[in-house]
């Protein structure tokens, strides 16, 4: 008996019924792997920014990220979310311990990082399925279900997908911006040029970072309309760029309505940031950026909140914060970070099968015979991943690690479809077979992974090896709290001992789980000088490691404890601590809370408490402007130029050329005869 082939409609509706079930697969890998994740530092301050936007409109609090991740989980808090009166807020750190208090104190943190968890799983499924149908579209149904086949396998997207901050969903809404390009490029039609408008307006209320791939998207598309002189001359290139910029202006109308078509952050007519905007503009040292973000808000070009977050990431990100160390692959660099510390990055954290797949996926393409839009969509692929690239290169540091870096993970992705589509149209039985196997062993290398933001593969020994190969955000961010909390419950709390945590999670975290946390320095009147205590301690992997520029000997700061568990990244050692540089650098922490969130002004307390840190840690670099700045205040014009240069003269850590620029210019200043007490202080560059 004959079969009788699907119909057209059938085979679209299996086709589509698979890119759904390969967004849910996505899910529930991304679920299996994250379950026992604690939040991220960041989280709470997003969930709560987003909930304050939500019911109340205005946009000051925690303008250094763009609102769509937040405006949507904002909306998913439920009534009884509790958000009290916001105090005024002078800096970023009273802005994080307000939030922190709302988190902590006066919700349920479990409960509200299921909510969100569940909201950020079904906002990038929506954008997971989304992109499938336009890679469907662009290339092809067998290059769309591979791209979202290699996603769900990639542990670091999967890690992102339930977390409420921006790089996951950044990766996303770039892909979504190419793979519409190359549509738009190749047909030029008002409802391409929409539906990339749309893509544009994601991308811009996911993160200010993808402002690089948006421009190397913009370059080819220009190349795409200047192309069509040959079809219908200098009319016809007109027409593509009208259409070009209708979709760009859709894009940016998106990223207003975000911020609720107000160019003020607050409803009022005000901006409540931590910072003025003019303060934040100042901090951007490099003239061209500074000039163009300051022309922007004269002209109320973009919203102002978008733009006073635009400010902070060129500061932090594209000129850096001070002086800094860099674990890159087992070995330790000062100052800017090697030339291959990006590329290590990657080759450590993706799977080695889907390198592979993503490599054979390049070389395949290359001399195939794709269709324009397909051929379009690489071209924006390629100009968006190397802008994202090459700004990632150009900044001095590397402390956000892979997560900086999923636009060029999703990349990958994309390519690792291509490979599956050429196996398809070649019918190749060997290539067909080789990307199975790809497939295959990439699932069996990560599907037992507990902690995908942990992950590391087999290059760096695995991802208990890349816990010594690299200190970055993308090996820990404090997701290990929940077995350091349930530790304490079964073995900690019945000794009554204390627990001096060196783990980098909030303080009020720890202290609304009720553990016996203790900070090395409680007060400004500590004194223990000789820096001993005695109880429960929290080090990471990489502090049993020696750290020469910071005095560190693992030798000498463990040797009178033992190690009780190992909890992933985390070590719980119980015994005695003895290290003055320890209680430095808890005065240090102290005094920098004094200043910007008690708003304390006793200078001479500060400079008298500053001056014990300097001696042990003369590398500090907020110690050692602080410490010139309390001088400033005071009038001590000698006393503030013998700060600025132990630290400029330091040769412990190499500093950060903007800094050390910086302090020249203090120094030559009061070398220069001024009033100590009219120069500006200089601002702390390890402010956030």
């Keep these: 008996m004959r079969r009788t082939a699907p119909s057209p409609t059938v085979l679209r509706l299996l086709a589509g019924s698979l890119i759904v079930l390969l967004a849910a697969l996505a899910v529930g890998r991304s679920w299996y792997g994250t379950r026992l994740d604690s939040f991220t530092v960041d989280e709470p301050w997003h969930i709560v920014a987003g909930t304050v936007y939500v019911r109340g409109g205005d946009r000051h609090l925690n303008p250094e990220h763009p609102p769509l991740a937040k405006l949507w989980v904002g909306a998913w808090m439920p009534a009884d979310f509790r958000v009290g009166p916001e105090p005024g807020l002078r800096e970023k750190a009273q802005e994080r311990e307000w939030v922190e208090q709302t988190m902590f104190e006066e919700n349920d943190p479990e409960r509200t990082q299921q909510r969100a968890r569940a909201a950020m799983w079904s906002l990038n499924a929506l954008l997971l399925v989304a992109l499938g149908a336009l890679l469907w579209r662009v290339a092809g149904f067998a290059w769309s279900a591979g791209t979202l086949a290699f996603l769900a396998l990639e542990p670091t997207l999967g890690a992102h997908l339930p977390v409420v901050m921006t790089d996951g969903l950044l990766a996303l809404a770039l892909s979504l911006v190419v793979a519409a390009a190359g549509v738009l490029a190749a047909t030029w039609q008002w409802r391409w040029a929409a539906v ?162 993503a490599v054979l996926g390049f070389v395949l393409v290359l001399r195939a015979p794709l269709a324009p839009a397909t051929r379009w969509m690489l071209a924006a692929l390629a100009a968006a991943s190397t802008l994202h690239f090459a700004a990632l290169v150009v900044s001095p540091q590397a402390w956000g690690g892979v997560r900086h870096a999923t636009p060029l993970l999703a990349a990958a992705g994309m390519l690792g479809g291509g490979a599956v589509a050429e196996a398809w149209r070649r019918r190749s039985r060997v290539l067909r077979g080789l990307v199975i196997a790809l497939f295959v062993a990439a699932f069996a290398m990560t599907i037992r992974e507990p902690r995908l933001w942990e992950y590391h593969n087999e290059l760096v020994g695995g991802t208990s090896g890349g816990y010594r190969a690299f200190r970055n955000e993308g090996v820990d961010l404090g997701q290990r709290f929940g077995e350091i909390r349930d530790f304490h419950r079964r073995v900690i709390a019945a000794t009554g001992e204390p627990v001096y945590p060196d783990y980098w999670v909030m303080e009020r975290q720890w202290r609304a789980a009720h553990l016996e946390y203790h900070r090395f320095v409680e007060d400004l009147d500590d004194t223990n000088s000789a820096g001993v205590w005695e109880g429960w301690f929290v080090y990471t992997v990489v502090d049993e490691l020696p750290w020469p520029q910071f005095e560190w000997d693992p030798a000498t700061v463990f040797k009178d404890m033992d190690k009780v568990a190992q909890l992933g990244y985390a070590g719980v050692w119980h015994g ?59 009038g001590q014009g000698d006393q503030a130029l013998r700060a600025y240069r132990r630290l400029l003269e330091q040769t412990r850590v190499e500093l950060d050329r903007k800094v050390e620029r910086q302090l020249r210019d203090q120094i030559a200043r009061i070398e220069a005869g001024e009033d100590p007490a009219k120069i500006t202080p200089m601002r702390n560059p390890w402010m956030e």
């Excluded at 940016?252 to 078509?261: K, M, N, S, T």
């Excluded at 040292?285 to 004269?298: M, N, Q, V, Y």
């Excluded at 001070?322 to 990657?346: C, D, N, Q």
């Design 196 to 357: 990339f408008g749309i893509t544009v307006g994601l991308a811009l209320g996911a993160k200010h970072s993808a402002l690089a791939g948006l421009v190397g998207t913009g370059c080819v598309l220009v190349v795409a309309a200047a192309v069509g002189i040959r079809n219908g001359g200098w009319p016809e290139v007109a027409r593509r760029c009208a259409k070009l910029a209708a979709a760009i202006l859709l894009g940016v109308a998106l990223l207003w309505a975000q911020y609720g078509f107000r160019f003020h952050a607050d409803g009022s007519g005000g901006d409540a940031f931590n910072l003025a905007m003019e303060a934040k503009v100042a901090e951007v040292t490099k003239p061209a950026l500074r000039s163009a973000i300051g022309f922007s808000d004269d002209v109320h070009l973009l919203p102002r909140a978008y733009l006073w977050g635009l400010a902070d990431t060129v500061r932090t990100g594209i000129e850096g914060r001070g002086g800094a160390l860099h674990l890159v692959w087992g070995k330790v660099f000062e100052g800017r970070t090697p030339w291959f510390t990006w590329p290590a990055i990657l080759a450590a954290k993706i799977p080695l099968a889907l390198t592979a797949l």
């Design 576 to 634: 005695r601590l003895t290290r003055p540089e320890t209680r430095a650098s808890g005065i240090g922490e102290k005094v920098m809370e004094y200043l910007y969130e008690e708003n304390g002004q006793d200078y001479a307390l500060v400079a008298r408490r500053l001056e014990e840190v300097a001696v042990l840690r003369p590398q500090n670099v907020g110690v050692g402007v602080e410490l010139g700045n309390a001088y400033l205040r005071l």
